[in-house]
């Protein structure tokens, strides 16, 4: 079965600084991923997603991922980090031919002045 | 174009009880997934319907159930409710069925168990 595992539970940024949040994807088949984000009491946002097309993946706010097969990561980046991008992020992925979606533990970011 | 919605936005149950939960999917989409997210924790999949029918469930046992109507909204049902089940259930819809590469999800409803 799929499952992703999420690189540090916290991670603390200065604005402007660059943000690497990691994740690494196990599969048996080649994967769907993606990254969501969520704000206290809100549900989860897509922020992006890899499906077997390009590998550098932009999203949306600055965001952006590469998925490297040969090292089974998906991590995320923008290189200048915003207030407004405290948040928890979480990468998930999906087996393709699969129907759910398998969540890592979260990492949640958090932005200095 | 109007986005998932869930109600009760909060709820709080005794141990023992049952309770509903009530999803509504995006416009035009006829694949609802529910998952429960822990504090402290991502989601955990709890299962799916794709046109009315059950089209995979998580690890979760039988005392949660579901179920999805013509209009493609959802309930999750949770019956003899332990104080583990406390947590943010979401709901999230997508078009076309499997393989779920993308789906929108609500805010949640928070369920608190005592």
């Known amino acids: 079965a799929q499952s992703v595992t999420q690189l540090g539970s916290h991670v603390s940024v200065s604005e402007g600084a660059l943000v690497l949040l990691r994740c690494n994807y196990s599969?048996?088949?080649?994967?769907?991923l993606f990254w969501y984000v969520q704000y206290p009491n809100q549900g989860l946002q897509l922020l992006l997603k890899?499906?077997?097309?390009?590998?550098l993946v932009k999203g949306i706010n600055g965001f952006e991922a590469e998925f490297k097969k040969s090292e089974t990561s998906f991590h995320l980046t923008k290189p200048s980090a915003h207030m407004s991008d405290a948040a928890e992020y979480f990468c998930?992925?999906?087996?393709?031919?699969?129907?759910?979606?398998?969540f890592g533990a979260g990492t949640r970011l958090t932005v200095k002045p | 174009e109007t986005g998932v919605t869930q109600s009760p936005t909060h709820l709080i149950k005794t141990r023992g009880q049952q309770v509903t939960l009530r999803c509504s999917s995006q416009?035009?989409?006829?694949?609802v997934s529910w998952y429960q997210q822990a504090l402290g924790q991502g989601p955990q999949f709890i299962f799916q319907y794709y046109r009315e029918e059950e089209n995979g469930r998580g690890n979760f046992p039988p005392r949660f159930s579901g179920l999805q109507f013509p209009n493609y909204s959802s309930e999750l049902n949770v019956n003899a409710l332990e104080l583990d089940d406390s947590a943010l259930y979401l709901c999230?819809?997508?078009?076309?069925?499997?393989?779920?590469?993308?789906?929108?999800f609500g805010p949640g409803t928070r369920l608190t168990v005592t």
């Open positions: 999230a819809s997508s078009s076309g069925g499997p393989p779920l590469y993308e789906q929108y």
């Open positions: 890899y499906t077997s097309a390009a590998t």
């Open positions: 416009s035009g989409h006829n694949t």
């Open positions: 998930a992925v999906s087996d393709q031919g699969n129907n759910d979606m398998r």
């Open positions: 599969s048996s088949v080649p994967p769907y």
